[in-house]
């Protein structure tokens, strides 16, 4: 039986969906331990992202010539597209520490005042989920990304002074999965915006191989193919298929991670050839069979399929609305021919290659 890897030993094996769905681009403490595992060190190591990985190297490559900090950085895009791996690389290729926070964790300015406080010169501020910063910590951090200061308040009521601290100069990085949240003072602040996009199945099928050497397991071309066109263009996911087709192999096969491997242990958790999984196909068939392919509301689907409506709308309806499966209509939610036939099913007349009211 192969070792456990580090985060195996402190965290355990993970579950099959890591306390969420195996194809969300979303991650939790286990899912987070697993990937550093997996994440590239350097720049030349990072695969696929070519155009912001070209912008974001002659940035660091002119600012390491110069001698100085480069501009604060903004990345943008989907969960599980390697924000945070490019966070950390930036602060390799520059030869500093990262330090790490989130919008989230940050509830008073005096939160991002005790962390601005004790950073080091040079060092890389990370702020993952940036657009969730409370208000009163965004117009702190205006101050500290534009002239390295924060002002701390001393007293209160007309007696209250603000004493200017000097910071010393730090580069900002933060990500969101939001980039239209980011208010227009906070956003121009980034000296380099990148958005990243979703990956293509040849790149996947890189990262798939990449990982399979680093986690000491043996992943024919043909199982990277498999895996790679079921992860929704999401590296994260990716890696997440690979573990769980590694668990399979390990466990009901020969150890190897053929097509049939791929095949079988991706049946087993209901992940089909184009990456729905069983939530994903209960909105389809619900949208189908009960509803005559919609306009039906979201509340109504909800219901339909025993979820809240927040989780259909921001888990399962951005793939399917990417993919071709599903539309948003202002009369409610709409299938596709494309959602009829993936479900074999025969569409309505009248029904056309995209949508129909």
Known sequence: MPEAL??????????????????????????????????????????????????????????????TSPDHVLLSGPPGLGKTTLAMIIAAELGTSLRVTSGPAIAHAGDLAAVLSSLEEGEVLFIDEIHRLARPAEELLYVAMEDFRVDVVVGKGAGASAIPLSLPPFVAVGATTRAGLLPAPLRDRFGFTGHLDFYSNDELEKVLLRSSGLLDVPLTAEAAAEI???????PRIANRLLRRVRDWA?????????????????????????????LDRSVLTALCTRFGGGPVGLTTLAVAVGEEPETVETVAEPFLVREGYMGRTPRGRVATRAAWEHLGLTPPDGASGTLWS
């Not at 020969?254 to 209901?270: C, F, P, Q, T």
Request: glycine residues 10%; without cysteine; negative net charge.
């Open 250 to 278: 390990q466990v009901r096969g020969d150890g190897r991670l053929d097509l049939a491997a791929a095949r079988a242990a991706l049946e087993v958790y209901e992940v089909d050839p184009v990456g729905l999984d069983r």
């Open 228 to 234: 790679a066109s079921r992860s929704r263009g999401t």
């Open 6 to 67: 580090p985060w195996e030993e402190e965290y355990g094996a993970a579950p099959a969906t890591l306390g969420e769905r195996l194809v969300s681009g979303g991650s939790d403490a286990v899912e987070r331990a697993a990937e550093a595992a997996l994440r590239p060190r350097r720049l030349d190591e990072f695969v696929g992202q070519q155009v912001v990985r070209n912008q974001l190297s002659l940035v660091l490559d002119a600012a390491l010539a110069r001698g």
